[in-house]
């Protein structure tokens, strides 16, 4: 596979492998301590694959955060690259499942008449996610719901907000990554890529099961990416800023 090119020029620095070009590792050590989104408790020059980290996947209401509401939560959590634990919750969205929603997911009013409310989850859900790595597929999506019905709640915690909760923390996203490594490939939504990769998906559109599966892509595709935490979220946000302008070209040629 060919690196990836911009002009002419190698974005990342790396080979596809994620091994670095002689002569650039002094630079490389330099850059982790300037690198920004990297959570803070974690060593930035740490293996990220062998940290511990969880896996977020939302099946809501609708696609505004600031509108619609949680009504599925999962998180598959990962240590040493093996599967920890493994949560699910129907989550009461306090307002009426669209049709056009539930076509996706399956879920309907029925199924969460006795669900508890995403604020009774709380303490749990923060438990769960203290002192892992935040990762999603598409993570924007996740990441802006997670901190809408957080912030809808309107408590502090008693305890430091893990890193899924701060504002400034980036997500690892396998997405962005499917879209670097398998960039010639056709399809890049999740079911896509379990398909072509030959992971297990279980019920597709299910919060724990799209995030097990999730979980697994972003492990499978580690040989290509780079080994430490604090190179993977520097080249990440590089990938996800000329893949945002590409889009938007391309959204503007279509226009």
């Given at each position: 596979?060919?690196?990836?090119?911009?002009?002419?020029?190698?974005?990342?620095?790396?080979?596809?492998?994620g091994?670095?070009?002689?002569?650039?590792?002094?630079r490389i050590?330099?850059?982790v301590?300037?690198v920004?989104?990297l959570?803070?408790?974690?060593?930035?020059?740490?293996?990220?694959?062998?940290?511990?980290?969880?896996?977020?996947?939302?099946e809501?209401?609708?696609?505004?955060?600031?509108e619609?509401?949680?009504?599925?939560?999962?998180?598959?959590?990962?240590e040493?690259?093996?599967i920890?634990?493994?949560?699910?919750?129907l989550?009461?969205?306090?307002?009426p499942?669209?049709?056009?929603?539930?076509?996706?997911?399956?879920?309907?009013?029925?199924?969460?008449?006795?669900?508890?409310?995403?604020?009774?989850?709380?303490?749990?859900?923060?438990?769960?996610?203290?002192?892992?790595?935040p990762?999603a597929?598409?993570?924007?999506f996740?990441?802006?719901?997670l901190?809408?019905?957080?912030?809808?709640v309107?408590?502090?915690?008693?305890?430091?907000?893990?890193?899924?909760?701060?504002?400034?923390?980036?997500w690892?996203?396998p997405?962005?990554w499917?879209?670097e490594?398998?960039?010639?490939?056709?399809?890049?939504?999740?079911t896509?890529?379990?398909?072509?990769?030959g992971?297990?998906?279980?019920?597709?559109?299910?919060?724990?099961?799209?995030?097990?599966?999730?979980?697994?892509?972003?492990?499978?595709?580690?040989n290509?990416?780079?080994?430490?935490?604090?190179?993977?979220?520097?080249?990440?946000?590089?990938?996800?800023a000329?893949?945002?302008?590409?889009?938007?070209?391309?959204?503007?040629?279509?226009n």
């Amino acid at each position: 596979m060919k690196p990836a090119m911009r002009g002419g020029h190698d974005v990342c620095g790396c080979f596809p492998t994620g091994r670095h070009y002689p002569g650039i590792a002094e630079r490389i050590a330099q850059a982790v301590i300037q690198v920004q989104g990297l959570a803070g408790d974690f060593d930035a020059a740490a293996k990220w694959r062998l940290s511990t980290f969880a896996v977020i996947d939302f099946e809501t209401t609708g696609l505004d955060p600031a509108e619609d509401r949680v009504l599925e939560m999962g998180i598959v959590c990962f240590e040493q690259g093996r599967i920890s634990a493994r949560h699910n919750w129907l989550i009461d969205p306090g307002i009426p499942v669209p049709e056009e929603a539930r076509k996706i997911h399956g879920i309907s009013d029925e199924d969460l008449a006795n669900a508890p409310r995403f604020e009774e989850l709380l303490t749990e859900i923060v438990g769960l996610l203290s002192g892992r790595l935040p990762v999603a597929y598409n993570a924007s999506f996740d990441k802006r719901f997670l901190l809408a019905e957080f912030h809808r709640v309107g408590r502090a915690l008693d305890v430091v907000p893990p890193p899924a909760l701060r504002e400034e923390v980036v997500w690892i996203d396998p997405l962005v990554w499917v879209r670097e490594l398998q960039k010639y490939e056709k399809g890049k939504k999740l079911t896509d890529v379990c398909e072509r990769m030959g992971i297990p998906m279980g019920q597709a559109h299910r919060a724990a099961d799209d995030a097990e599966a999730t979980g697994h892509v972003l492990l499978a595709l580690a040989n290509d990416m780079p080994e430490t935490y604090a190179e993977l979220i520097r080249i990440q946000t590089q990938y996800e800023a000329q893949q945002e302008a590409e889009q938007s070209t391309w959204r503007a040629r279509r226009n």
